[in-house]
């Protein structure tokens, strides 16, 4: 992990939040690649869920709901964590993964295994971020910063369904920003206070609920493997029934080997009607679907939930690696072409040439408006080329004393490393073919 913090810090995809003031923990802020990686993630995803299907629909929900919202799904009542604290080094940690932590003394060890570690009982602790709507501290009403997208769905389940000329089976996929008063984060991106979520709920006729959950795992894990998450980092793991959430008579967690072990990348459950018949109670309105004929029933969910954050953990883990070319080492991110930040970068290979980079700059114009694409002129080829390498751009477009010549380029491949010459009059259409291609990781199995 340590390997793709440093890489991310480096070059600009991640930076721990508020560094000047001492930094604030488990908060993160997205650089440039950054962004643009997360939003491609976002993308793809959209893309499969909406653009490439006729049965979803996309919603945008705020963030600060009507606090009875979460009355009445259950997250003021339940949604916490159980916390103990030790009363001598005075960490907090949570009792469900002690295995997992460190005590606060020196021999580190877990917590409770030290002489003087002297834990309390469990205590139960929220895990909503609370606030307050109005002007004034005392009178304002107090509010919850959502802790996930998925209420925001099920409340408008009546204005979607009337709307979007669709009879269950049919879902809402939004994508959105999540809080958590996490009390125990840590491990990079993986758990942070603030984080983005994309959320599909699956609204289907009460017998077709497990057929349509089985579908959706399988769905979604072919989403992980068709963008590149290598089949031997990830599985799925089906929730035992003392796992289970209240609300769920089926949950299984797609898991990847991340560095700190198999852990959750994404979740899906089946939420049956729990959602819409305790909206439906705590509101007075009616969220159920009406036939044709009159008869109406409670749609049951199939609910796939992944953070992007997450999955741009995952994503990022899964493509790094290090190689020795040529007697130097390399450090390539091996990114789908779809997920990279820039697609292709335009280098002249002799920068102080004006005949090349201005060849190049034309270049870069010409696929600018179409593709994610950067222009460097600076420095040697070499270190151009791995520092591209380093933020997984696919394809590096060379402009050398030859196309002055016959009007040619070199590609070269990241993953390869494989040179082609091409006419500069294609090139834009020879790169938008070789990124619709699909890929998979060139990545060993083991690694
Ligand atoms: P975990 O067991 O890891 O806390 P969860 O089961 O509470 O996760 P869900 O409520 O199912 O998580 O949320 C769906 C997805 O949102 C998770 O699979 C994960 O990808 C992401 N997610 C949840 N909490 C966080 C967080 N604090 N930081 C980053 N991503 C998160």
């Known amino acids: 992990m340590d390997k793709i913090v440093s890489l991310c810090k480096r070059r600009g995809f991640v930076f721990p939040s508020s560094e000047i003031y001492g930094g604030l923990g488990s908060s993160y802020d997205y650089g440039h690649y950054g962004v643009l990686l997360k939003d491609n993630i976002k993308q793809r ?22 606090p009875q919202v979460w009355q009445a799904s259950g997250h003021v009542g339940g949604f916490t964590d159980p916390l103990v604290d030790c009363r001598f080094c005075k960490k907090r940690f949570r009792a469900d993964h002690l295995e ?11 917590p409770g295994e030290n002489d003087t570690c002297d834990l309390t009982e469990a205590r139960h602790f929220n895990l ?49 920003k999540s809080f958590r008063n996490e009390i125990t984060p840590g491990n990079f991106i993986f758990r942070t206070l603030e ?30 493997r068709r963008y590149g998450i290598r089949e031997s980092h990830l599985r799925i793991r089906p929730h035992d029934s003392d796992e289970l959430s209240h609300y769920s008579s089926a949950t299984s967690d797609i898991e990847y080997l991340f560095p700190i072990g198999w852990s959750e990348l994404e979740g899906v459950a089946n939420r049956g009607d729990f959602d819409l018949t305790a909206h439906t109670s705590a509101s007075g309105t009616k969220l159920e679907w009406v036939e044709q004929d009159g008869s109406r029933y409670t749609p049951h969910v199939i609910e796939p939930a992944l953070g992007v ?24 991110l091996r990114l789908h072409p779809q997920l990279a930040p820039v697609k292709a970068a335009v280098l002249p290979l002799i920068g102080k040439s004006e005949d090349m980079t201005g060849r190049a700059r034309k270049l870069y114009e010409e696929l600018r408006p179409v593709i994610s694409v950067e222009y460097d002129d600076g420095g040697q080829i070499g270190r151009r080329y791995r520092r591209q390498d380093e933020i997984g751009t696919p394809y590096a477009l060379t402009i050398d004393e030859q196309t ?39 990545k060993d199995d083991a690694a």
């Open 404 to 442: 002055l010549e016959d009007d040619t380029i070199t590609i070269r491949e990241r993953d390869s490393l494989a040179q082609e010459r091409i006419s500069i009059a294609r090139a834009r259409e020879h790169l938008l073919d070789r990124l619709a291609e699909p890929w998979s990781s060139p």
């Open 100 to 110: 997992d932590a460190q005590c606060g003394q020196r021999p580190s060890k877990r």
């Open 128 to 176: 909503m971020f609370e606030t307050r709507v109005g002007p004034m501290e005392e009178t304002g009403v107090p509010v919850y910063l959502r802790p996930e997208t998925a209420q925001g769905i099920f409340i408008n389940f009546k204005n979607v369904a009337g709307i979007a000329r669709r009879k269950p089976p049919f879902g809402i996929a939004q994508v959105g």
């Open 195 to 224: 984080f983005e979520q994309m959320e599909m709920e699956f609204f289907v006729p009460p017998g077709e609920a497990d057929e349509w959950y089985r579908y959706w795992v399988d769905e979604r894990y072919a989403w992980h």
């Open 309 to 332: 954050n997450r999955s741009m953990l995952a994503f990022l883990v899964d493509a790094y690696d290090e190689e020795v070319v040529a007697d130097r080492d390399r450090t390539v």
């Open 45 to 66: 995803w959209m893309s499969a869920m909406v653009q490439e299907r006729d049965d979803i629909v996309a919603l945008d929900s705020s963030i600060i709901l009507h």
